[in-house]
Nanobody, 123 residues
């Protein structure tokens, strides 16, 4: 399975960007999908996640500004980012958690990661 992210770029403070990330290949058993970000010199942090049923979680720093959504039929997750701030600048990574039972009935689970997409916010 490959996750491919699109939509990063350079935007002025107060502007908007929309990230998208599509899972291709045998995307079996995908449940939660989400976005993390990592700024230079900082730990990777959760930005937002959405369950297969649509339950969303947001970091406090982005609540009210970012909206995560997904299209289950396309195994695609989106992140609409509004009112961007310079501190939102980072490399954004999408992820997809998966769990299924193999032919022997054993659970198989893990996390796929996409390549990052750079978001730069100028002040």
């Amino acid at each position: 399975v490959q996750l491919q992210a699109f939509g990063g770029g350079l935007v002025q403070a107060g502007g908007s960007l929309r990230l998208s990330c599509a899972a291709s290949g045998s995307a079996r058993g995908i449940n939660d999908m989400g976005w993390y970000r990592q700024a230079p010199g900082k730990e990777r942090e959760l930005v937002a996640s959405v369950s297969g049923g649509g339950t969303t979680t947001y970091a406090d720093s982005v609540k009210g500004r970012f909206t995560i959504s997904r299209d289950n039929a396309k195994n695609t997750v989106y992140l609409q980012m509004n009112s961007l701030k310079p501190e939102d600048a980072a490399v954004y990574y999408c992820n997809a958690d998966y769990m299924y039972y193999n032919d022997y009935g054993a659970p198989v689970g893990g996390r796929y990661w996409g390549e990052g997409t750079q978001v730069t916010v100028s002040s």
